[in-house]
């Protein structure tokens, strides 16, 4: 597992960093351990991390429950979304799109908002490699300034390598690094070819 303090260097670039404490937390149920010391240790306070298009917004633990509106429930009406299940809880999201702690596990899932239902798929083994991932992607756009794109808008084929590579080595395998840039679109103009 992916140790805070390099996790806190990985996204002290993007937003403020500090330690909250559980009674932070305002859900009706007991927030699950490895997020209790992830809050503790690395402590998110409402940072947004640059990306390929939109940003990765992570909340502070005291704002944490209130994310959930738009997906748990109606934020306009406050009913209950039926087929939003009870052990998804929010804990980033990128314009819509959730990135799910499963709580029976804690792995992270992932879902695309406006299909009409929510169908997510794991994305991550655990909320730390998912905010080192998160982080390292807003690192490596940061990083880039100018370069970053190219004339068409897509990813410079080095960046697009340097991020396979940067997750590879926090995934453990290729593969895994793949399939998380493709899902979260991170794509040269080689997809398109």
Known sequence: ??????LKKILAASGTLRSQDIADWQGPFVLPEDLQRFYADV???DITISNYGNAFFL???S??????AGFRWNGVTGETISDW???WLVIAQQEGDPFIYY?????ILWAQHGTGHWTPTELFSNIRECAAVLGTLGKITDDAGDDFLDEDC???????AAAKSALTEILGAPSQAENVLTTLEWVDASAFS
Do not use: C, H, N, V
């Not at 704002?63 to 959930?68: D, H, I």
């Not at 897509?154 to 697009?160: A, K, V």
């Open 43 to 45: 402590g998110p306070d």
């Open 1 to 6: 597992m992916i140790k805070a303090e390099a």
């Open 154 to 160: 897509f990813i410079t084929p080095r960046y697009r």
């Open 103 to 107: 709580r029976p596990t804690g792995a």
């Open 85 to 87: 299940s009870d052990d």
């Open 59 to 61: 909340p502070a633990l």
């Open 63 to 68: 704002r944490l429950w209130e994310s959930q």
